[in-house]
């Protein structure tokens, strides 16, 4: 298993992340903002720079607001209008989801979604980590026609979740893709490959600290040397 190629995709939370990204070597981004909130749906204007200027594969957080995954029928309507934005401007995947109340799957509204994105690929986001069910849930993805799901084990970590996702790799039996997130680094990536995972995800972030102003916070961006540090370990 550890001889084969592993994916890097980057959460790229800006249009420098994004290039930061291709330029390190990174496979894919998934384009989003706000990462303070773990990620919301990308502004119009920054889907279409990074779609016009980049040449990997863009896919696109649809998440309309921070919290929960359930979503209002308002809501629901502008997921759907920006899964559509990302198939007119040229994006080559869609990450998103939705969940009841309940903490289970809704497979009405996801269902629709997956539909809806083809023939873009669709990753169904962390909200996987959620779900009270995990081996019933990934067989509803699967059975939805889901490429992949972004994981974390259902811990505050990927490292401290690795046991729940190795059996999660072994119950897709390759019909589904886990895509391993949440802290991976230079430092843990090679374990994942170990377990035969065959796609990662990090943010591999570095924050600047500007002048401070009443509004300023450290400003969060993908690091091409942490990204190549992590393409040098896997």
């Known amino acids: 298993m550890t001889n084969k190629i592993m994916l890097l995709e980057i959460c790229a939370n800006s249009y420098q992340s994004a290039k930061n990204a291709q330029e390190a070597g990174a496979h894919r981004i998934e384009l989003c903002q706000e990462l303070s909130v773990g990620g919301l749906t990308p502004s119009y204007g920054l889907l279409k720079q990074?779609?016009?200027?980049?040449?990997?594969?863009?896919?696109?957080?649809?998440?309309?607001?921070?919290?929960?995954?359930?979503?209002?029928?308002?809501?629901?309507?502008?997921?759907?209008?920006?899964i559509q934005l990302c198939k007119d401007i040229g994006c080559h995947g869609i990450v998103s989801g939705v969940l009841n109340e309940d903490k289970t799957i809704d497979l009405e509204r996801t269902q629709q979604l997956v539909k809806l994105s083809r023939p873009l690929a669709f990753t169904f986001h962390r909200a996987f980590d959620e779900v009270v069910n995990l081996k019933e849930a990934l067989e509803q993805l699967i059975e939805m026609g889901v490429e992949r799901v972004l994981t974390s084990g259902q811990e505050q970590s990927a490292e401290l979740g690795i046991k729940l996702l190795q059996e999660l790799n072994a119950l897709s039996k390759?019909?589904?893709?886990?895509?391993?997130?949440?802290?991976?680094?230079?430092?843990?990536?090679?374990?994942?490959?170990?377990?035969?995972?065959?796609?990662?995800?990090?943010?591999?972030?570095?924050?600047?600290?500007?002048?401070?102003?009443?509004?300023?916070?450290?400003?969060?961006?993908?690091?091409?040397?942490?990204?190549?540090?992590?393409?040098?370990?896997?």
Do not use: C, W
């Open 50 to 82: 990074v779609t016009r200027d980049l040449k990997i594969p863009v896919f696109v957080l649809i998440r309309p607001r921070g919290g929960n995954f359930a979503y209002s029928n308002d809501e629901f309507e502008i997921m759907k209008q920006d």
């Open 174 to 234: 390759e019909r589904i893709t886990i895509l391993a997130g949440g802290g991976i680094s230079s430092e843990n990536a090679v374990k994942f490959k170990a377990i035969g995972l065959k796609e990662i995800h990090a943010s591999a972030s570095s924050n600047i600290v500007e002048d401070k102003t009443i509004f300023s916070k450290p400003l969060t961006y993908s690091d091409s040397q942490k990204i190549k540090a992590i393409l040098d370990a896997i």
